[in-house]
């Protein structure tokens, strides 16, 4: 074999005589071997090309066919061509892993899913384990181990996070350590996967949140793993960034969602039932299916000393959800603090309306008070409207009578004035009041007619003798009919009954009666 300089300083033992197979490669002699010599040997070179390693570097090798019939190798240096090629390749991979962490991470508003998530992807992608550590709860820390190939474990470790270096200081949201600061021997037992073995590396970084450190990614690699370098040190930054993002929206919502739970609990109508001989009944649907509260409310207060009257109150604020939902809340605590002014409706009505004035809420609201007491058989009314539609007597024979009540409604003018009606309740009877999204609904089988009073007075005429919560069901029922899933306002009804049997018990013929129905 023949070489030129340039050869030669690559293959030293290349002497004449020698076979390629003597002084090459293992690739290049098997390169050799595979080229065919073509039947006619015109100075031409192949299209094939070969490459590997020689001398620490990396070449191509390209045959020629020489007019002698002999093959000639030209040889390449492509190192610096594959280090690029390498390295793009390198970062295709760790674009496409962080674009694929943020749509696994984004997926979920779940804290325990978020953080399983991350350590599941660091364990495959970055290190031979990893952790992920949640700040302190009391003398607990959350903390979601996973080995590479494994499932992620939740577990709660009473350790102090500052024994371990660096550990205290990711989860108080300070730049990370580097990795060849930290002795991986000093690993405490709790953070060491069972049957991991001797660690020979870690890194430990924060996990940037929303203003507040959502918690720390720890990562851990075999001795025989080798030890990270700088780069995917930074690299598992990146990555604890997007988690850290992820895990403090889902804190975030979780905060916000149990918030959200507590007021709207507070906001949501209450379960009627009977008191002091009286039943109640109520019914409420929000305008939109996907809401709980909105602007219609009714309560039912009862007597604080039994044979006085319990207070029930349904009214409707201008406007519908949260914010319509707020004032209602506003409504509802005012009149709770004026219950010791219940038997007069008008003054409560009027102080009602001073509150709502004084307060920034540039909204006005319709209701209508009742104050009901058993009186032998019978229930006492007395029904007060201001602005809302009067309530519905059905006597116990079908007929349906409006209540002879009208007043002005609340939070719009300085001076309110309503007018008292006094109902009596036979046994078998009762009063409906009800929020005009009923009777405004529109629908049917043309699908913009109002369902209207008189529609609803034929549909309470059925209902005589009925029970409260019957009455509520059926004209909830005959509401959502007419309106199939149009779009609606809040729709609101409470039944006030007397009973059509009872009796009062005693215990020893001394103790205070009650009527049960």
């Avoid at 181990?145 to 200081?169: F, I, K, M, Q, Y």
């Avoid at 403090?248 to 001989?277: C, D, F, K, M, N």
Wanted: hydrophobic share 45%; charged share 20%.
């Amino acid at each position: 074999m023949r070489c030129n300089k340039a050869a030669a300083v690559l293959l030293p033992q290349a002497t004449p005589g020698r076979s390629l197979a003597e002084v090459a490669p293992s690739w290049l002699d098997a390169a050799h071997r595979t080229v065919r010599l073509p039947r006619q040997k015109p100075a031409t070179e192949t299209r094939a090309s070969f490459s590997g390693a020689l001398g620490g570097r990396r070449f191509e090798a390209h045959p020629s066919v020489r007019d002698d019939g002999t093959i000639a190798w030209w040889l390449v240096d492509d190192t610096d061509h594959q280090l690029v090629r390498d390295a793009l390749h390198l970062e295709r991979e760790r674009t496409a892993f962080l674009a694929k962490a943020s749509s696994a991470l984004l997926s979920s508003l779940n804290l325990g899913r978020c953080m399983e998530v991350t350590a599941r992807m660091a364990a495959q992608s970055l290190a031979d384990a990893a952790l992920v550590i949640a700040p302190t709860r009391g003398q607990r820390m959350p903390v979601v181990t996973c080995l590479r190939g494994g499932v992620p474990s939740l577990a709660h470790e009473t350790a102090d996070p500052n024994d371990v270096p660096g550990l205290g200081e990711a989860l108080r949201g300070f730049p990370p350590v580097p990795s060849r600061w930290i002795d991986p021997s000093t690993a405490p037992r709790w953070m060491v996967p069972e049957g991991f073995g001797p660690v020979g590396s870690m890194v430990i970084t924060p996990l940037p949140g929303h203003g507040v450190p959502a918690g720390a990614l720890v990562l851990l690699r075999r001795a025989r793993s080798g030890a990270f370098t700088e780069e995917e040190e930074v690299f598992a930054q990146l990555f604890a960034a997007r988690a850290g993002a992820a895990m403090s929206a889902a804190r975030l919502y979780a905060e916000q969602t149990a918030i959200t739970e507590v007021l709207t609990r507070e906001l949501l109508p209450p379960a009627l039932h009977q008191v002091s001989g009286v039943d109640f009944a109520g019914g409420y649907r929000p305008s939109a299916d996907h809401e709980r509260v909105g602007g219609d409310f009714y309560d039912v207060h009862p007597a604080p000393v039994e044979g006085e009257a319990s207070l029930v109150a349904l009214g409707d604020v201008c406007g519908k959800g949260l914010e319509a939902a707020v004032l209602t809340g506003k409504i509802r605590s005012t009149l709770h603090a004026l219950l010791p002014l219940a038997d007069d409706h008008q003054r409560m009505l009027s102080l009602l309306n001073t509150a709502l004035l004084d307060s920034r809420h540039a909204r006005f609201a319709t209701l209508v008070l009742a104050s009901a007491v058993r009186r032998g058989s019978g229930v006492d009314l007395r029904l007060t409207s201001a602005g809302h539609p009067p309530p519905l007597i059905v006597r116990a024979d079908g007929t349906v009578e409006e209540a002879d009540t009208h007043g002005t409604l609340v939070g719009a003018i300085h001076e309110v004035s309503a007018h008292t009606a006094a109902v009596t309740l036979a046994p078998g009877e009762c009063c409906v009041l009800y929020t005009d999204g009923i009777t405004e609904a529109k629908g049917g089988p043309m699908g913009g007619v109002l369902f209207g009073d008189e529609r609803l007075r034929r549909a309470l005429s059925t209902c005589a003798s009925m029970p409260a919560e019957g009455i509520v069901e059926h004209v909830q029922m005959l509401a959502a009919q007419w309106v199939g899933d149009r779009h609606h306002d809040d729709m609101a009804v409470v039944v006030i009954a007397a009973p059509r049997t009872h009796h009062l018990s005693a215990v020893n013929g001394h103790t205070r009666g009650r009527f049960t129905g």
